[in-house]
Structure formats: structure tokens, C-alpha cells
């Protein structure tokens, strides 16, 4: 449908009514889907032409024991399984000690690509860092007086295109930094093409982020393993995870899921910290390929009667800017967190994602994900099927029993229920 002229500019109710009125099938919908006008102004404040807030399930993911201290984990995720499998596992290694964790600094870097720059203006701009330096000096002065600011300015040429890069990393400190990085960039333009004599082509920063690398790792000795192995020899199951590390280690078309598995509690965490998610995802996938091909994020190793496991990735998460502080949701949830700083969080989120990629190698590797999963899936099919309240449960305890996961099963459940309810009702009147 093409949208009405001049939409962006109706006010937000009645962009909203606009919405409703056409695209919401019934009253149920729409109560289900309803954005309360505070939670709309925010929504319009946050992304053009708003018409309501679609809300993601927050949940809380408890017994995470990292770096010693007790932790519950605020996830915002459509998957009923993931918050599931990320306490599951949270659980299991804690009993073993839990996480040990580590992080690198927090430093973004951005680019001014110049074109048309030949090896003496290359030279130039080389013996011009000095003066570059100082003309970002009011650019990073806020930056700077929380600790912050720029770190360094190298060049390098791309063989194909000729093009120049030039690279300036700064020290965002607590924010995720991509206004900051692109305001440092461009305000490098000016110079840097009167430095090089080229012409600026990007000033943009990267979400490679390889310096705001985090590190997770537990040790768990498999007496502590072996509960969960579902009758399993424990040192079975621990070399069954190793194998299946190293099957994704070779395999991209397997390292893309277990990838995929690891970003679950990942991308949870950052969409309730109001976090940007894509740059999250792309800066992991690609530091998962920088060898050329697709590689596992995780490692496992039996030593000693223990299972190893250990996980190594940028992870750009910021406490400060943007949306973070603006949504009140991602302000409860730093709060929840004990107001973490950015590399804090990080540290918590590379926890979180080795502990979702441990909980479903376990599974997959001990008699598979499915079962599980479906009957988490169950209430969802009770609810499709009309089920409203206690009767979802009902009906999904029942499916879980019967063994079969359908609409159509649903469907007959409740009708059952529901005729069950009717004789009821009448034998007693």
C-alpha cells in the first residue's frame, strides 16, 4: 500500500489510527498491539514516521555467575528458547566455578578514504599527524575529559582501488561511539585533503571493532557435567562437544549456525540495553571470518577431567548515547545490571553467548534441540489457536503430553476443554 501524501509529517496519533484501522484484523489485535501515547511519543522520537512500538518479550535470564559476583541478564528476544537454554546453562557452570572474563579497550576507529593521492601526498599526510591531532582537539574535548579521545592515526593503501585510508582510533569510553567516530572523521577532511592533495571519497566509521574484543571462559569438571548428559558418559559428551566445535570450526555451513546459536543471548542483551544490534552482529560474523572463512566464535577443550570452553569477539556495547539512555526499558535494565560501564557490559555479553553456544551443543550432541524446544513452542500454538489466559498453559501441557505440535492440534485441545467447560456448566445448572 503506498502511504498517504505528506505521512510522515500527520501527527503520531494520527499516524497511529491510520495503522490500526487498516492493518489490525480485530479488536484483539489491537489491544494485544496497543502503544500508550508516552510509549508513542518515544517511539516518534526514536524513528521517522512512527506508528506504535512493536514490544519484544523482555525476559531475565538468572544464576550467572561471572567474575564472582551473581548475575541476572535482561534478554529481549521473540525465541522462547533462548532465555531458557542461556539459564540452563548458566546453572551448569556456575556449579563449576562460572566465568572468568576479560575485555579490550573501548576503541573505535573511523576512516577518511581519500582518492587521487599519490606517494609524495601520501608522505605529507603521514608527516601531518601532529597538525591532524590538533584539529580534532575541539571535536574530542567532551570525550577527552571523560577519558577518552583519540589514540592513534595510520595510513595504508588498498591494493585494488588505489584509494588511501586513513585511520584514526579513538577511545569512546563508555558510548557505543559511531557519532562520535563520524564527527572525528569528518572534521579530519578538510586537512587530510590539503595534506594528501586527494579528494575525501568516505568519512565513515567501521564496526569492525577489533581492539573492543571481549573474552569469556569456564571450567567445568565433568562430575558436574554429568547430570545433564541425559544418561550419558559425561567424557562422552564432553568429547561429543569438542568434536562438534571443530566440525563448525571447519564447516562455514555449520559455523554459520553455531555462530547464529552464540548471538541469540547476544543480540538480547544488546536490544534490551537499547543497544545497536546489526552493528553487534556484523562486527562478530565478521571477526568469525577474518581468516578468509567462516570459523567458530567458541572453543572446547577436555584438560584434566574438565571441560574448557572459551569465547573470543569484538563486542561494541555501550552504557552512554544514543538510545541507551533515552528508552526508560534499556535504563531499567543497566540498572538490573548494577549501571555496568561499556566494557563491563561486554564482558557480561561474551559470558552470555558462550553459555547459549554450551547449552546447545549440549543438547545437540546428548539426544538433540527439538523436543525441548517444541514444547516451549506449544504455548504459542495454544494461543494461535484462540486460547487466551490459563487455558494457553492447559492446552500446551496437553500438547506436550500428546506428543504432537500443531495448529491443528491446538485447535482440537481447546474445542475439547472448551466442551468440557459447556457440560460442566450445564450438569451443574
Known amino acids: 500500500m503506498k502511504l498517504p501524501d505528506n505521512f510522515r509529517k500527520w501527527p503520531t496519533e494520527r499516524r497511529q489510527a491510520w495503522w490500526s484501522k487498516n492493518f489490525h484484523d480485530d479488536d484483539d489485535e489491537r489491544a494485544a498491539s496497543l502503544t500508550n501515547p508516552a510509549a508513542l511519543e518515544l517511539a516518534d522520537l526514536m524513528v521517522e514516521s512512527a506508528v506504535g512500538s512493536l514490544g519484544l518479550p523482555l525476559g531475565l535470564a538468572g544464576g550467572f555467575l561471572i567474575d564472582g559476583c551473581d548475575y541476572s541478564l535482561p534478554l529481549a528476544v521473540e525465541e522462547p528458547s533462548v532465555i531458557a537454554a542461556a539459564a540452563y546453562a548458566a546453572r551448569i557452570i556456575a556449579s563449576g566455578g562460572g566465568f572468568s572474563t576479560t575485555v579490550g579497550p573501548s576503541v573505535m576507529e573511523g576512516y577518511v578514504y581519500l582518492e587521487q593521492v599519490d606517494e609524495a601526498g601520501a608522505s605529507r599526510l603521514a608527516g601531518g599527524y601532529e597538525a591532524l591531532r590538533r584539529s580534532l582537539k575541539s571535536t574530542l574535548a567532551g570525550l577527552e575529559r571523560r577519558g577518552g579521545g583519540l589514540c592513534g592515526l595510520r595510513q595504508y593503501r588498498l591494493q585494488d582501488s588505489g584509494v588511501l585510508a586513513l585511520e584514526l582510533a579513538i577511545d569512546v569510553v563508555d558510548a557505543m561511539g559511531a557519532n562520535i567516530v563520524n564527527s572525528a572523521a569528518e572534521a579530519l577532511r578538510p586537512l587530510a585533503e590539503t595534506l594528501s592533495g586527494g579528494r575525501a571519497l568516505l568519512c565513515i566509521l567501521s564496526n569492525a571493532t577489533p581492539?573492543?574484543?571481549?573474552?569469556?571462559?569456564?571450567?567445568?569438571?565433568?562430575?558436574?557435567?554429568?547430570?545433564?548428559?541425559?544418561?550419558?558418559?559425561?567424557?562422552?559428551?564432553?568429547?561429543?562437544?569438542?568434536?562438534?566445535?571443530?566440525?563448525?570450526?571447519?564447516?562455514?555451513?555449520?559455523?554459520?549456525?553455531?555462530?547464529?546459536?552464540?548471538?541469540?543471548?547476544?543480540?538480547?542483551?544488546?536490544?534490551?540495553?537499547?543497544?545497536?544490534?546489526?552493528?553487534?552482529?556484523?562486527?562478530?560474523?565478521?571477526?568469525?571470518?577474518?581468516?578468509?572463512?567462516?570459523?567458530?566464535?567458541?572453543?572446547?577443550?577436555?584438560?584434566?577431567?574438565?571441560?574448557?570452553?572459551?569465547?573470543?569477539?569484538?563486542?561494541?556495547?555501550?552504557?552512554?548515547?544514543?538510545?541507551?539512555?533515552?528508552?526508560?526499558?534499556?535504563?531499567?535494565?543497566?540498572?538490573?545490571?548494577?549501571?555496568?560501564?561499556?566494557?563491563?557490559?561486554?564482558?557480561?555479553?561474551?559470558?552470555?553467548?558462550?553459555?547459549?553456544?554450551?547449552?546447545?551443543?549440549?543438547?545437540?550432541?546428548?539426544?538433540?534441540?527439538?523436543?525441548?524446544?517444541?514444547?516451549?513452542?506449544?504455548?504459542?500454538?495454544?494461543?494461535?489457536?484462540?486460547?487466551?489466559?490459563?487455558?494457553?498453559?492447559?492446552?500446551?501441557?496437553?500438547?506436550?503430553?500428546?506428543?504432537?505440535?500443531?495448529?491443528?492440534?491446538?485447535?482440537?485441545?481447546?474445542?475439547?476443554?472448551?466442551?468440557?467447560?459447556?457440560?460442566?456448566?450445564?450438569?451443574?445448572?
Open 211 to 429: 581492539q573492543r574484543r571481549a573474552q569469556a571462559a569456564f571450567r567445568l569438571p565433568l562430575a558436574k557435567l554429568y547430570p545433564y548428559c541425559r544418561g550419558l558418559d559425561a567424557a562422552d559428551v564432553a568429547r561429543r562437544i569438542v568434536l562438534a566445535t571443530v566440525v563448525a570450526d571447519e564447516d562455514p555451513a555449520r559455523a554459520v549456525t553455531h555462530n547464529k546459536g552464540v548471538m541469540n543471548g547476544i543480540a538480547a542483551l544488546a536490544q534490551a540495553t537499547l543497544n545497536d544490534t546489526r552493528a553487534v552482529e556484523a562486527a562478530a560474523h565478521a571477526w568469525a571470518a577474518r581468516s578468509g572463512r567462516l570459523r567458530s566464535l567458541t572453543a572446547y577443550r577436555v584438560e584434566t577431567d574438565c571441560l574448557c570452553g572459551s569465547i573470543d569477539l569484538p563486542l561494541a556495547l555501550a552504557t552512554v548515547g544514543g538510545s541507551v539512555d533515552l528508552h526508560p526499558t534499556g535504563r531499567a535494565c543497566l540498572r538490573l545490571l548494577g549501571n555496568p560501564d561499556s566494557r563491563q557490559l561486554s564482558r557480561l555479553a561474551a559470558a552470555l553467548g558462550l553459555a547459549q553456544n554450551f547449552a546447545a551443543l549440549l543438547a545437540l550432541v546428548s539426544g538433540g534441540i527439538q523436543g525441548g524446544h517444541m514444547r516451549l513452542h506449544a504455548a504459542r500454538l495454544a494461543y494461535k489457536a484462540g486460547a487466551r489466559g490459563e487455558l494457553t498453559r492447559r492446552i500446551a501441557d496437553r500438547l506436550a503430553a500428546r506428543g504432537e505440535f500443531s495448529l491443528r492440534a491446538a485447535a482440537e485441545e481447546l474445542a475439547a476443554l472448551r466442551d468440557a467447560a459447556a457440560a460442566g456448566a450445564g450438569s451443574s445448572a
